[in-house]
């Protein structure tokens, strides 16, 4: 391949990369602040306090900043399919179209429906199809994360294909088993819990920032007290099927995980890594000094802790016989690094909801500064570990675009130039700075605003948009 057509390849990826990553901080906001609005207003409908009412509107309004910000930065990533990766497109359009397919045409579109109900529904709709319009928003964003993730977890794991020798292309035989992989059902669930810790440490991190102040503590405090315990029980859960996917991620992409913690050589009982360092290379073939905790990894990889750990040169070998000559590890230090940003922000914040838990059974959350303090600061953590976790999934699956099938150089438009790449690399990346600047702007200010005051006969008037 041409200097260009590499240089093209990294643009392309470059760009992908910065819009997913991008796109991805607005998608676990959504979910989670959709689920946790719905539950704010079941608690106005059973109790009518209208500290929950003012909780649902306030919550709500920045659950519609973050979905329509979703939506703006989604659409790039579907148009990037055909301009800087046709060839990744004719290889799997007959399988990878069909997921997104459903999720435009089915999730979107009852997500959009539902949630155009819940908005001008205030005084229109009755209390409990008013209240029902909003669950539905929160599981149709739920079904749409489904739909991307199977489409996602296709290119991890291959399922349900067979290959075309005469077209050279893969074609769908089950829609069933490309929607029920392995792959897709844990990604699911540790994505929807990664949502629930996304959404609940923002709520936390905003009612901190007001309660300090002792503003609205009645509306904050009550919603802090819904968020904490979700986020101690969600931070766990993640912990748990973080752990069995592991041993899953094990069989289906053995080098992924030896690049996680920097296993080399296949060994059995083999200890988690806590600190290594090696030559600064994309495979350095070994480390320079490794401390680790004995037997661990073996564990987490495969549930037992004198088991065999496949080493990354052992695996490299093994893939060239298979696939031909090439380096098949991902740039290690990358996925050595990125899982361990991703652990240990999800045993933080796992860490902070017990605590937090803690402190609202002993009632002493609003008296405890330091914690909401560090509340406010430690919500940044899900949007780290968020990016962590999807450069660890996609950058530790390379060479591959799609595992074992097709490699990502391979992929890529031909007959796009770098030239070309760099401009829309660069329209992208200052288009995606401007709607940072104002998307921030705008949501720090709604949240700095806090909750609406209600005024007699207000519950029942229309919903219109952010102007209430």
Request: proline share 4%; hydrophobic share 50%.
């Amino acid at each position: 391949m041409s200097s260009i057509a590499m240089t093209s390849l990294d643009l392309a990826r470059w760009q992908f990369g910065i819009t997913t990553l991008y796109h991805f901080i607005f998608v676990p906001l959504t979910i989670g602040l959709a689920f946790f609005t719905a539950w704010y207003q079941t608690r106005w409908y059973r109790t009518k306090d209208e500290k929950w009412l003012r909780a649902t509107r306030f919550w709500g309004k920045l659950m519609l900043i973050s979905f329509a910000l979703g939506v703006a930065t989604g659409i790039v990533q579907e148009f990037q399919f055909g301009m800087n990766w046709s060839e990744y497109s004719r290889f799997v359009g007959d399988i990878f179209g069909a997921p997104l397919a459903m999720e435009g045409l089915a999730a979107f579109f009852v997500e959009s429906t539902f949630l155009g109900l819940w908005i001008f529904g205030w005084g229109r709709l009755s209390p409990k199809v008013h209240l029902i319009t909003m669950w539905l928003v929160s599981a149709s964003t739920i079904l749409s994360a489904y739909f991307i993730l199977a489409a996602n977890s296709w290119m991890q794991h291959p399922v349900g294909y067979e290959l075309n020798e005469a077209t050279g292309k893969v074609e769908l035989t089950s829609i069933w088993a490309v929607l029920t992989n392995n792959t897709a059902l844990y990604a699911m669930t540790h994505t929807m819990l990664a949502a629930l810790l996304t959404g609940g440490m923002v709520i936390a991190g905003i009612s901190a920032w007001h309660l300090l102040r002792k503003n609205e503590v009645s509306v904050f405090h009550s919603s802090m007290r819904i968020a904490l315990p979700t986020l101690a029980v969600a931070g766990l859960l993640t912990l748990v099927v973080g752990h069995f996917n592991g041993v899953l991620m094990t069989e289906q992409q053995p080098m992924k995980m030896a690049a996680a913690d920097a296993v080399f050589e296949t060994e059995s009982g083999v200890g988690l890594s806590l600190f290594a360092t090696g030559d600064f290379e994309g495979n350095p073939g070994s480390t320079n000094r490794n401390i680790q905790m004995p037997n661990a990894l073996s564990f987490i990889m495969t549930g037992k802790p004198d088991s065999e750990v496949k080493g990354i040169n052992n695996l490299n070998a093994e893939y060239q016989e298979k696939f031909g000559p090439g380096e098949y590890a991902p740039i290690v230090w990358i996925s050595y690094w990125s899982w361990r940003i991703m652990l240990g922000c999800g045993f933080l914040l796992a860490l902070f909801g017990l605590i937090g838990w803690w402190l609202n059974r002993k009632d002493k959350l609003t008296t405890s500064p330091r914690f909401l303090k560090i509340s406010m600061w430690a919500a940044s953590l899900p949007f780290i570990a968020s990016a962590a976790g999807w450069i660890f999934t996609e950058m530790g699956r390379q060479p591959w675009v799609v595992f074992g099938l097709l490699e990502t150089e391979n992929g890529v438009s031909p007959t796009v130039s770098a030239g070309e790449v760099w401009i829309t690399l660069v329209g992208f990346t200052a288009l995606y700075g401007v709607l940072a600047i104002i998307a921030g702007r705008l949501f720090f200010k709604t949240a700095g605003k806090g909750p609406a005051e209600v005024e007699e006969g207000d519950a029942d008037k229309p919903y219109l948009g952010l102007a209430y």
